[in-house]
């Protein structure tokens, strides 16, 4: 007879635990146990899922670096700066 | 080399020894490569582009007479970020010392929970919406309309890129107070984001609510 491996069961986690720690889920700051919990969470909850979607993509939308361009001479203007102190 | 600087890697502390030595012109070397979060660091404190400038050009310059204090206990990015997000802090302190009441107030409570709002998602990823102005505009206003406490924080660590650790240094809180406020400020902006880049940004996209609460 070939032996089961024991499955743990996975502790239902409510929709306001899971957007508590949306971000901290983002950045990977949770524990192994909790990201397992919220991940069967988003298999059945298309709402959270949304959630952890937009997000995510607010993250990257806001990381990509077009946001905050620094001005036009921005660099010409601190060099010159600092040369008058020299 | 100064035992010091062990944090630091090797050309910036040659560079910074240089500087010491005398070699003034080292120094702009040396912050050339922060140029970029300085001044995004400056910007979301005094949240316009001239302000940021100029206290951009005052941190950098008070950087350099202070350089003889930085000991390499940290990186070197980290104390010219620190020093700039103090000098952005004064700057918006003496602009506001003539009204009644201070606007940049107290962090706003972060205590109970945060309720997003019910829209549905986005599913491409959008970066090459900030192509267009209009969109970039959208992402940088609401962004801007975040309380300074929020704004901070999503500016060190979603736009540069900086770890949790190098944020609680420069902002000065702690590690669990980074982490809510950063949650809070992605959550905010996704609310006033999301419908946007899902009702009008993509063409032929159109919005939808998910479920009503």
Redesign the interface.
Same mark, same amino acid.
């Given at each position: 007879m070939v032996k089961k491996k024991a499955k743990m069961p996975t502790i239902e986690i409510s929709c !306001?635990e899971v957007?508590?720690e949306? %971000?901290?889920y983002?950045?990977n700051?949770i524990s192994v146990e909790l990201r397992e919990r919220m991940e069967a969470h988003f298999k059945a909850c298309? &709402?959270c899922?949304?959630?952890l979607?937009?997000?995510r993509? !607010? !993250?990257?939308? !806001?990381?990509?670096?077009?946001?905050?361009q620094?001005?036009d001479g921005? %660099?010409k203007?601190?060099?010159k700066?600092? &040369?008058k102190?020299? | 080399m100064s035992m010091t600087q062990s944090q630091l890697p090797p050309n910036e502390a040659e560079l910074i020894e240089s500087v010491r030595a005398g070699d003034r012109e080292a120094f702009y070397e040396l912050v050339r490569p922060y140029e970029r979060m300085v001044y995004a660091t400056a910007i979301s404190v005094v949240k316009n582009t001239a302000d940021a400038e100029e206290v951009a050009q005052e941190a950098v310059l008070k950087a350099f007479s202070g350089l003889s204090r930085f000991r390499g206990e940290a990186k070197f990015s980290t104390w010219l970020l620190r020093i700039t997000y103090n000098e952005a802090k004064m700057k918006l302190r003496k602009a506001r010392s003539h009204l009644y009441e201070s606007l940049d107030g107290q962090p706003p409570n972060e205590e109970g929970d945060f309720w997003p709002r019910d829209y549905a998602d986005w599913r491409p990823i959008p970066s090459e919406l900030l192509e267009q102005n209009e969109v970039c505009k959208a992402v940088q206003d609401a962004i801007n309309s975040l309380n300074p406490s929020y704004r901070e924080v999503l500016v060190l660590r979603d736009i540069q890129n900086l770890s949790i650790k190098e944020t609680t240094a420069i902002l000065g809180i702690s590690e669990a107070n980074v982490k809510t406020r950063l949650h809070r400020a992605r959550l905010l902006l996704r609310d006033s984001l999301a419908p946007g880049i899902d009702g009008c940004w993509i063409k032929g996209q159109r919005y939808k609510k998910v479920r009503p609460w």
């Open positions: !306001v957007w508590r949306i %971000s901290n983002l950045d700051e298309a &709402h899922t949304a959630i979607d937009g997000t993509n !607010v !993250v990257e939308l !806001v990381g990509d670096g077009k946001v905050f620094i001005p921005f %660099s203007r601190l060099y700066k600092i &040369h102190l020299l | -």
